[in-house]
């Protein structure tokens, strides 16, 4: 019960730092409906092959503007060495992770439920009508993308050029989780739902989610501490 | 059980040595200032006893715990050169945070307790972005005491305080000294902290030029330590 306190407690306090100020969320969700604008003048929406990709391209925007938020996520300790005050406190390091891979979950979700209507209206596409594993696929990709995005950010919180270092290090990492993302995204915004043939990229996903998971709430001590 | 033991610690940055064999101990009740120039190793020996980095070689024990182990986190407060408070938060919120992860039976009550030690409870509900200096120093030192650590470990808490901060400082030590609390702080000025020390520590080139009882010639001449052992 202490180790779920301490969790919500870091949650808490990221969420409410970051609702005070709106800075990363404002970014993010700017980036990701310009970026949705833009794609929508480059591809015709008219087009079958553009709905054909429409899943692709609404995971390279979820990706980059995530990366935005994941990016402030540690950064965020660093102005007045409040990472020292965690880092000495009495809680695993775990509880830090997961607390703080929460709090970038709930505002990562935050800017892709936003920007998924637009994205129905620009690429011309029901993305309603598997709603429900949509939202699926989306929670599972989100926190893919979160949970190695946070674990990254910890890595990077000390390196001058974080901002870049963060996609070069976690995008090639993601690549499993973001193709099933997309193939799957691509097939229920075309009203195609999850069958047998395509099962196997939602359980790569799971997978996925577990693993690095499982992973960080291990290493996380060893990436802040040394 | 010595509060801080600290036994045959290395430190390296890539290949260069930032601490070389550090043999030192605090007794539960003394104040070890730890004394040297710039770059002498000072900061990176309190923060390897606060655990934020490990040691290459050696062993460091607060209490005979590891300084990673819950138990001994839970008696360490560390002042560093931040704040270690949010801006984005008021004071009374910062201060039930940190109560709320050192898992004090009621954080608020604590926090209301220190705010007003350190002179802050006017402001409590005020965002820590709009504090003075002197304010957020104050805070920071609320922060580090707000759960009764029986170490203090504290880098140039002096440094950069107005008044009103540095007596609010000196009352807290003085108190955590007579309760019996073990204070281990570095520090350029000498005479603000040889009037608290029970013990000095001169770190050279990260080697203990010097380590004993702080006595009548280094309070009376805060330059003694530096004449003798030093590199003059």
Request: aromatic share 10%.
């Amino acid at each position: 019960m202490a180790y779920v306190q301490q969790v919500a407690t870091i949650f808490a306090k990221d969420l409410r730092a970051e609702l005070r100020t709106k800075e990363a969320i404002n970014a993010s969700l700017s980036f990701a409906l310009v970026v949705l604008l833009l794609f929508s003048f480059a591809f015709d929406p008219t087009e079958e092959t553009t709905r054909e990709i429409s899943g692709g391209l609404l995971w390279i925007v979820f990706a980059f503007a995530g990366t935005l938020l994941l990016n402030r996520s540690f950064a965020r300790e660093l102005g007045n060495d409040c990472l020292d005050a965690l880092i000495s406190a009495p809680i695993p390091g775990s509880a830090l992770f997961l607390g703080k891979a929460f709090a970038n979950f709930v505002l990562v979700m935050a800017v892709e439920l936003i920007a998924l209507p637009l994205f129905g209206i620009f690429y011309n596409v029901k993305w309603t009508s598997q709603f429900w594993e949509l939202m699926l696929v989306v929670v599972l990709g989100t926190w893919a993308m979160t949970v190695t995005g946070t674990i990254f950010s910890a890595l990077t919180v000390n390196i001058r050029l974080r901002e870049v270092m963060l996609p070069i290090l976690n995008f090639p990492i993601l690549i499993p989780a973001l193709l099933g993302a997309m193939q799957l995204t691509s097939a229920l915004v075309a009203g195609k739902p999850i069958t047998e043939d395509n099962s196997a990229w939602l359980k790569m996903l799971i997978g996925f989610d577990v693993m690095y998971t499982a992973v960080s709430v291990v290493l996380v001590e060893t990436v802040l501490v040394g | 059980m010595n509060a801080v033991g600290v036994e045959g610690v290395w430190k390296f940055y890539g290949d260069y040595p930032a601490l070389r064999n550090v043999n030192l101990q605090a007794e539960p009740g003394a104040c070890l200032a730890l004394i040297g120039r710039n770059g002498a190793g000072k900061t990176t020996l309190l923060r390897t006893i606060a655990g934020f980095a490990r040691p290459g070689k050696g062993k460091i024990a607060i209490f005979g715990d590891s300084p990673r182990d819950t138990r001994a986190r839970r008696k360490m407060g560390y002042i560093g050169h931040g704040i270690s408070v949010y801006d984005e938060l008021s004071a009374m919120e910062n201060l039930v945070l940190y109560g709320k992860l050192y898992a004090l039976p009621d954080p608020k009550k604590s926090a209301l307790e220190w705010l007003q030690r350190t002179g802050l409870e006017r402001v409590k509900d005020g965002l820590v972005r709009e504090f003075s200096r002197g304010m957020r120093q104050r805070l920071a030192v609320a922060r580090a005491f707000l759960h009764e650590p029986k170490v203090l470990l504290l880098d140039e808490p002096f440094t950069a305080l107005d008044d009103r901060a540095i007596a609010v400082l000196q009352t807290v030590l003085r108190e955590a000294l007579a309760e019996g609390k073990t204070i281990v702080m570095s520090t350029h000025q000498l005479r603000e902290a040889l009037e608290l020390a029970t013990h000095v520590a001169l770190l050279n080139r990260g080697q203990v030029a010097f380590h004993g009882p702080c006595t009548p010639e280094m309070v009376s001449d805060p330059g003694w330590v530096y004449a003798r052992y030093g590199e003059g």
